[in-house]
């Protein structure tokens, strides 16, 4: 057995699974849904397994696919926090989403070339899986509805080639794409440009509404959201490794500094679409977003404390995207409950812990960067508002597919409950060591060990407060199942802010498909003009156009 | 010599003017037939090129006797930028061929094949006559297995005897449009 | 297991900072402010029987969205700079209280939206001024915890403290749900409660008055120990919450609409100046 | 005389072919015995034993790859042809097709490439077809006169400019032969597959090309490279645009088709412009990819481009999306790592105008997947097969590389 082959024992399980239920299924078995299951659950025990069994990074070298890409696996702090963050949320998904045997063999396959993305030891065998997961994603989507594929197919893959186009630069510049081989001047602003570009354009990280976004306006969610939940962090890896093959720093500060910026204003567009939304799945729809601007201004801070909130945004958010498409469609105040202690993130919960950290870093660097902070805290004040009108907002059905699932909605909702007591834990155990793998990490600049987060710019007693706070809640929780539904409006109430420019992607659009050719020289423009000239083959026409090129080549 | 080789050329420019100016199966093949018997005499100095060109000429321009409108079709109204052509080509040719290029071979064996290659190209292209089009494909490769002889290469031989079997094979080909079956 | 933290948090979760003395001082602040906000009903009795009237439950049913609110009221109180405070200082944080206040006033807004004179945006633009008037001064200190803010009251901190402390005052009416714009169960001594969840968010209220104005006590005033420390904070905490009462009783006292005008079309432009002065204290620093 | 017969068992299996086309089982079975023996032939050419020739012809490695690469597509569009199709003919013409791409690729010079493609255009344009036989032999004629140029020019003298002129004629040859833009041939959607220009673009074409620059490459000389390469990329870039832009907006299905083989040529005149290997070995992939994947597709198309079938969206025709699109795994992967390489390697700007050529690509592919229908039968084997030599070329392209000892 080659070394570090067990690296790749989580994603044949799942593609194991794929074929089983595939076949099972053409063979009239219905056994999909809880095999699928059961493998996503078996992958993530199996990483866990393999990275605590390892007590390090192992790789795992394959044969060399082209020049310069060579299929390289490697398990280290870092892949493997990614790793949960793509396995987490589908495990979830794949348990508690109504699936046909097909779609449930495709899902799992799609999350194992999800998971061999982040596993990935070098850009190209990233670009490969990465490619392969949006694939497989593009067909069941359109299997489904062809609804909101018409943005997530060109970001995805101009993501995907400006990934490739960076990997082959990287490789032409130091000899090798590899994140950890790769020498510290090779990644230059340019190259990082391109990574950014793809994990931006990956994870929907744009100020306008992303793919992500638009996942939740097709008529039934159980595609999209695992579209959502498994390639959302993949664009974060990318950045994390940007710091591994930059030595622990991004080419130039103005980088980081553009970054930052980009990550508030996501933020801040997400929050103000978020209350504005015209139904509460509209809502819901900008909750990722929003995170995914708050993890970017944190990794674009490039500081130990910065890094680390970044990853646990990324963590916090893909649970998160399990639990939205699981909620059940009702009024029960319970869900107001979640709407802004979950989704907006109030104490205890994970979603308030990533928040707070990405402000705390923030406030830590100082300077400019506090202000981004500030401005991310802005937008989370927005994102609780749109929380509280959230459950004013119609309800809208999801086609034929029955409403959430309040157990695997109440699981979610534990784990991201749980996840804020358990915040020392998650950070000490998972996101310190992921942070530690790319950049030096000062002693002591991420504190409290298991029990608490303690950072220079301030603390979350996360066992000493978080837990009597989850035993609280126990109280409202038992009381919201008996209480009755709020009161639903037929129309949405009228947003806090209206943003001035939202309709300016759809205007700058119809201009641009309203320019024309003067007619006086629309002949010049007439490719079927010019087709016809040449199928008639004209002598002359040619001659002329011989004699151009041989004056052209002779000048 | 140099008489034998100017009225090659002029043989040669003659086939390629009838080539030009004809609709029909005997303006045509005369086309052909003028054209190989220019070309292989000029070039005399390679006997087996210039016997197994000519006589695969003369054999392409007999074949397409076989077929087609049975007239000469030479000159037919509206001829005249046709003629022109010819002219131009004429001239041009033997401008090109005997004081800018330098090779492959001598000027009158260069302005043939350019003249076959010129003109052959020209009627092709402008032509909607299968049986024109057709001898128009063999003057080409008449021409091309010129060059070859000329260029003295290691495989001209086989070239030759390529283009000679070519030029048969076209006309080989029937005049005769066939419609199209199945998809 | 750090049981010691635990219990120390606990007990600043159920009596002091918390729940205990939170009921205290909110059920005094609520009777002043609503003797304050309508005298016409007569004295100081009168607006003690109101709001007790207000404040007892119509059933036995616990409101839940009351009381996640009233959690998030409790946790935020825990990381007050009060003197006595069992919460290590290294452990409290001003954000968390932010979060935790703000929480607990939208869950209040996810029960009231569209209810009486409330009206949203004021909230919001309140909200906005508010935060920026806690965040701001711990920009150049690079500091959350409430204490080390409140320490720094001399040298190139003085105008952004003023100014961020004028935005907090000017923001606690509305925090405070004084003002009908931003009090979807009406403000102090309005009546009766009409819902269970209405009495809820009644208390939610009292509670809420410790948090806020305490909050402004530790950021804008250096903390400090003992029985004195005590009286300086409770006398600081007081003030503020009169100050808010004041405003309130003025603004009620003004044509409708006053308020919404006097929010957004000043106190954000203020705020916004506050930045600019957050901005350049910073550029004067460094 | 191993080349002879890698050339003379096609032939000789196609005159077989159209002599039998009365009893088409027989003519099936001779004709495809014949053509699997010259396949088997040009494989065993890899072996020097086996390279010995009478005639003194010799079969370089990267045309005898793409050769094989051809019989194999031949194999798969005529074992798995629509049911209306006539296999018998099309088997006659790929093999006479297969039988003058080896002449091609055993010729010597670009003379001989000139008299063969002479043969191969009057052959083809002599098949019966919609379109006059003049018509058709228009783009390829051309072809053959510019062969001719090139060839008189490469033996004109020293000066630079016959250099420049000659690499000029060549490679204007070259995208003659497979009806590139600016040479576009007219297109009748009515016109059999075998008997249509596409035959040239998308099975002639690729080994005629590969040949054809195998010879060309050798003579260029110092001034004739640079001219050379810079024509191929600009014209690279210019089908590029062309044939994205033509696929999605173009009108017809045919013609969208047509536009998106341009495209596939597009960049595989590119790859062949930039002089590096990596550009090389992209345009073998895309070469092949185009004999392999598209061209077949093409052929499974037709029913419904003809009206004969319904049009389709479902899962299997959104999977050929995403394989036409180039995505990955697909075929697409591996061409864009090598093109985006070799343009990164040359000039980046280059690159990222063929990446936004792949980008614009996107558009059409949905367009042409949906002519494809809902496969059965033959079609849905046929299909499966087009998706796994795909994949193959995407994640396995040494394995095609090396044939062409790439």
Partial sequence: ?555 | MTVLAIAAVVIAWLGGAFLVLSDARRGVALGVALYAIGLAATLYNIPPAALALGLAGLGAAALRLRDGPPRWGTLPPGSTPRLLLCVVSGVLAAFAGASILAGPGPAPVRIVILLGGAMGAARLLSTLRREAALASTTVMTLALGAAAAVAGDRAAPTVVAAAALAAVLLGVLPAAETKARGA | MPWEDIGAHVLALLAYPGALTMCALGLAAEIGAAWALVPERGGLGAAARNTLRALRPRSREVPPLAASAVILALAAATQLAAPLNPVPPAERNSLVAAAGLLGASWLTWSWGWGRRAAAPQVMLAVQACWLLAVLLPSIEPGNLRPQALGAVVLGNQVPLKLACGLLYLAALPGLLMLLPESAPLGPPGAGRARAPEETGFTVVRALLWLPYCGLFSSLFFPAAEGPLGVLRFLLATAGAAAVAIAIAANLTRRPAGITRVLYLRLALPFAGFAVLVAALTVALVH | MGPELALGLPAAGAVLAAVLRRRPALALLCGGLLGLAGALMMALLAYPAAQASLLGLSLPAAPRGLLLVSALALGLVVALAPPQADRVGLLAAGLAGLAGLAAVAAAPDVLAVGVVVALLAAGHAALPGRLPFPTRMRAPGLAVALLLAGALLQHAGDAPVFARLSALALVLALVAAAGLVPFLPELDPAEPASASPVAWTGFFGPALAVALVARIQPGLGNDGAPVYGALLVGLGVLNLAWGTLGAWLGEGDVAAWRYSFLADWGLALVGLGVLVPDGQAAAYLVLASVLLVRFPLYLWARPVLLGRAQPAMGPSNVLLAAALAGAAPFAGFSVRVLLLRAATEVYWPLALVLGLGMLVWLAHSFRLARTLGAPRGRAAVGVVLALGFSVLLGVAPATFLTLGGL
């Fill in chain 1, 1 to 555: 057995m080659p070394p570090g082959l067990q690296l790749a024992l989580p994603a044949l399980v799942l593609g194991g699974a794929a074929l089983v239920v595939w076949f099972a299924g053409a063979g009239g078995l219905r056994i999909g849904r809880p095999l699928v299951a059961a493998s996503a659950w078996l992958a993530l025990a199996s990483l866990c397994l393999v990275w605590f069994a390892a007590r390090g990074s192992v790789e795992l070298a394959g044969p060399q696919l082209l020049p310069g890409a060579r299929f390289t696996l490697r398990l280290d702090a870092v892949s493997f926090a990614f790793g949960l963050c793509v396995l987490l949320p589908a495990a979830l998904l794949l348990t508690f989403q109504r699936r046909g045997w097909r779609e449930s063999g495709a899902a799992a396959l799609t999350t194992a070339a999800a998971l061999l993305a982040t596993l990935a030891g070098g850009i190209l065998t990233t670009s490969l899986f990465w490619g392969t997961a949006a694939t497989l994603l593009l067909v069941q989507l359109r299997a489904d509805h062809e609804r909101a594929t018409e943005v997530y197919w060109p970001a995805l893959v101009g993501g995907w080639l400006a990934l490739v186009w960076a990997g082959v630069a990287l490789d032409i510049t130091s000899g090798t794409a590899v994140y950890t081989a790769v020498p510290v001047t090779a990644m230059t602003s340019a190259i990082f440009l391109l990574v950014a570009a793809a994990a931006l354009l990956g994870s929907g990280l744009l100020p306008w509404r992303p793919w992500t976004s638009e996942m939740w306006d097709r008529p039934r969610l159980y595609v999209g959201s695992l579209a959502v939940a498994v390639l959302f962090p993949i664009g974060f890896y990318l950045l994390v490794r940007a710091y591994a093959a930059g030595g622990g720093r991004w080419p130039s500060p103005w980088l980081n500094a553009t970054l930052a910026v980009a990550g508030a204003l996501v933020a801040l567009a997400a929050a103000a679409r978020a209350q504005a939304a015209p139904t509460r799945r509209a809502f819901l729809a900008e909750a990722v977003p929003g995170l995914g601007g708050f993890a970017l201004l944190a990794f674009a801070l490039g500081t130990p404390t910065g890094i680390t909130a970044g990853v646990l945004t990324v963590l916090t958010a893909s649970v998160l995207a399990a639990l939205l498409p699981l909620l059940p469609e009702t009024g029960s105040p319970l869900l107001a409950a979640i709407l802004v202690v979950l989704v907006a993130g109030a104490p205890p919960a994970a979603t308030f812990g990533a928040r707070a950290l990405t402000v705390e870093a923030g406030i830590e660097v100082g300077d400019g960067w506090a202000f981004l902070g500030v401005a991310a805290a802005l937008a989370w004040l927005l994102t609780f508002a749109g929380g509280a009108r959230a459950l004013r907002l119609p309800v809208r059905g999801r086609g034929g597919e029955p409403g959430g699932s309040a157990a695997g909605a109440g699981l979610a909702a534990g784990i991201l409950l749980a996840g804020g007591a358990g915040l020392g834990v998650v950070i000490s155990r998972i996101c310190v060591p992921a942070t530690a793998e790319v950049i030096g990490v000062p002693p002591g600049s991420i504190g409290g060990g298991s029990a608490a987060v303690l950072t220079t710019a301030g603390a979350w007693a996360a066992v000493a407060l978080g837990l009597p706070l989850l035993l609280l809640a126990v109280v409202p929780a038992l009381a919201g199942r008996r209480a009755p539904a709020a009161g639903v409006a037929a129309d949405s109430p009228p947003p806090l802010l209206t943003a001035p420019w939202t309709d300016r992607p759809a205007r700058f659009g119809r201009r641009l498909a309203a320019l024309r050719v003067p007619d006086e020289y629309r002949s010049l423009f007439n490719p079927r003009a010019i087709e016809a000239a040449m199928g008639r083959g004209q002598p002359l026409l040619w001659a002329l156009l011989l004699i151009a090129l041989a004056v052209a080549v002779n000048r």
